[in-house]
């Protein structure tokens, strides 16, 4: 399963929702890099853009900067192309 986030503002359109938050999250599902590593034991893979990422997560610190790593979005066929992050923690040992 792929999920992405963004920050952002976002405008309903006849034609559905418009907003760059909008492109940022659809872009990354759009792409093969938000894919789960089928060695990874997780289901989900989330991805947030690089604003976000420094916005949000590295102000954490340490507990959520640790699962994520950065990967670059591209989608030809919307001559698109940004960096971001996406969440893919080690593997754990099942109790």
């Not at 997780?42 to 690089?50: N, Y």
């Not at 507990?63 to 030809?76: K, Q, T, Y």
Request: hydrophobic share 40%.
């Amino acid at each position: 399963m792929r999920a992405a986030l963004a920050l952002g503002s976002v405008s309903r359109v006849d034609r559905g929702y418009l907003g760059e938050s909008v492109v940022l999250v659809n872009r990354p599902i759009d792409s093969d890099c938000a894919t789960p590593r089928r060695r990874s034991g997780h289901d989900l893979a989330p991805a947030v853009p690089d604003g976000m990422y420094r916005d949000v997560i590295l102000p954490d610190g340490r507990s959520l900067v640790a699962g994520f790593r950065p990967i670059d979005v591209a989608v030809a066929k919307k001559d698109f192309a940004c960096g971001a992050w996406l969440h893919s923690p080690a593997r754990t040992a099942m109790r």
